[in-house]
């Protein structure tokens, strides 16, 4: 196919990370945008964090504008055949793969810092109050 048709499913190869998405030229030459919220099914925060530039993607041509700017999809090429019949692979970052045990591990490490906040916070209250106290006890006499 010499010209990316709408709803063709390719491989490209990405040019630039974008706060918003990523610039994607495919193996025929077509240049479009694949916009953040067609990267992953989950909220992407972070472009960067799911596609780098020169790796390797798999894409569905989502549309094309009247301005000739084509729109793709990373999320939507998942599972879909690439023409030449062979099975199409999601190359996700590692973090991402096993992002279930990324997120408890935050967590746990999160929980433990908010631990330790309350307590030193609790702390310094405390010693606070005591002051405070102390100084006003002072004044009374």
């Known amino acids: 196919m010499d010209i990316a048709e709408v709803g063709q499913i390719s491989r490209g190869t990405v040019i630039r990370v974008l706060p ?3 610039l994607v030229r495919l193996d025929d030459g ?3 945008l694949v916009h953040i919220s067609e990267i992953d099914d989950h909220f992407v925060h972070n472009v960067a964090d799911y596609v780098t530039p020169n790796a390797r ?3 569905k041509v989502m549309a094309c504008k009247a301005d000739g700017k ?3 999809s990373i999320k939507r090429a998942k599972g879909e055949v690439v023409p030449d019949s062979q099975p199409l692979e999601y190359d996700a970052p590692p973090e991402i793969d096993n992002g279930w045990v990324d997120k408890r591990e935050t967590r746990a490490a999160f929980d433990e810092k ?3 906040f309350l307590s030193d916070s609790g702390e310094r209250l405390t ?3 005591r002051h405070h106290d102390a ?3 002072r004044r009374s006499r």
């Open 20 to 22: 918003y998405g990523a």
């Open 30 to 32: 077509t240049l479009g």
């Open 57 to 59: 993607i798999v894409v």
């Open 70 to 72: 084509y729109e793709f």
């Open 114 to 116: 908010l631990r330790d």
């Open 127 to 129: 010693d606070l109050k």
């Open 135 to 137: 100084k006003l006890h």
